[in-house]
């Protein structure tokens, strides 16, 4: 079987595999369509947090697929279901996980980069980690069912988003973007930032989806929150930029009293502002990862037709030729480029 492995930093091939065979309570899945994000893109690039990475590595970890065959002791999975994986396993046993925070679990593993992932045509997988997919979301939506569950955590658990709500979200990557339809599809007024390079792509994508825009690169920030807040500021800020600007900016245009969740982690050292964050009695949450209450709602979200993950998903790019998708991912030609190892 084909797999897509990284050799190296910013080195993969497309290598031939031996067919892994499903041991005890594990499933074989028939890959159909697995997508690449940020994570991948800094694994790809070996950036700093990411260079234990073991190489040569199956990377992949967000996909759907079809169960061919199930090993002793499955019970929950049947041959030809549809599922998706959540990737990331908990250890079950430390202190968060007993306490209800599995997604901040102290010894998690990640698909794709703990172990082997999924940019293959098949990869095996303890039953335990699925989710089934309901039978109106195809497997190409559903191949992005991580990171909407990423962005349905964000939107839905720690953030304070009622309808009507005036709602910035501070990056159009992949986690921004879903976390944008997230809160559209609660009926919050909803403005997605970005930079001259987002107006290629990631911009447009949103305004197909009926979201408003800006390119701060190009209009000035504050006219726009002045604007569309009549000058009281967002309730809820999400940075998605992954960048120490993001979070200083979203306490800038929150209003007192609103919300800044950070979703992206911010790649330098973040001695923040504190003073305003006190006199304004801002909440500034976090987001890390999801949870399985979290995979349900991004799946029966998809299912009622409250998002369109279809019209993100960019099928563009070619098992044979990955590099290509990460190129165009790390120049901002892409949001969400998947790669479709089967046909339904
Ligand atoms: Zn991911
Ligand atoms: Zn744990």
């Given at each position: ?91 079950g ?29 098949y ?47 501070e ?38 989806q ?11 920030l ?55 964050v ?17 995979f ?6 998809m ?42």
């Amino acid at each position: 079987m084909k797999a897509i492995v990284q050799t190296g930093p910013e080195e993969i091939e497309v290598q031939e595999r031996e067919q892994p065979t499903p041991g005890e309570n594990e499933v074989l899945v028939e890959v159909h369509t697995a997508g690449l994000c940020g994570s991948d893109a800094h694994a790809y690039k070996y950036d700093g947090g990411y260079e234990w990475i073991p190489l040569p590595r199956v990377m992949g970890h967000e996909y759907s697929g079809r169960v061919v065959a199930v090993g002793d002791g499955v019970d929950q999975y049947a041959v030809g279901q549809k599922v998706v994986e959540e990737p990331i396993h908990h250890c079950g046993e430390c202190f968060q996980c007993n306490n209800g925070q599995e997604n901040v679990c102290q010894n998690f593993s990640i698909t794709g980069m703990h172990t082997d992932g999924a940019y293959t045509d098949y990869t095996v997988v303890d039953q335990r980690h699925l989710h089934a997919v309901p039978e109106d979301v195809p497997l190409t939506d559903a191949a992005i069912t991580e990171p909407t569950s990423i962005a349905a955590r964000a939107v839905l658990d720690r953030s304070v988003t009622t309808p009507g709500d005036n709602v910035l979200v501070e990056g159009p990557g992949p986690i921004g973007v879903l976390t944008a339809v997230v809160a559209d599809s609660l009926g919050a007024n909803v403005v997605v930032s970005g930079l001259e390079k987002d107006t290629a792509y990631r911009l447009p994508l949103l305004e197909d989806q009926s979201i408003d825009t800006v390119n701060v690169q190009d209009r000035d920030l504050a006219d726009v929150t002045d604007a569309v807040t009549d000058g009281v500021g967002f309730d809820v800020v999400f940075d998605a930029t992954g960048h120490r600007s993001g979070v200083e900016e979203g306490i800038e245009h929150v209003r007192k009293g609103g919300q800044v969740v950070m979703v992206g982690i911010p790649n330098e050292s973040s001695d923040l502002f504190m003073a305003p964050v006190v006199r304004g009695e801002i909440d500034v949450d976090s987001s890390y990862g999801s949870k399985w209450r979290n995979f349900e709602q991004a799946l029966r979200l998809m299912e009622r037709g409250a998002v369109d993950v279809g019209a993100i998903v960019d099928r563009s790019y070619d098992v044979d030729d990955p590099e290509d998708a990460f190129r165009a991912f790390l120049a901002s030609e892409t949001c969400k480029p998947v790669f479709t190892f089967a046909d339904e």
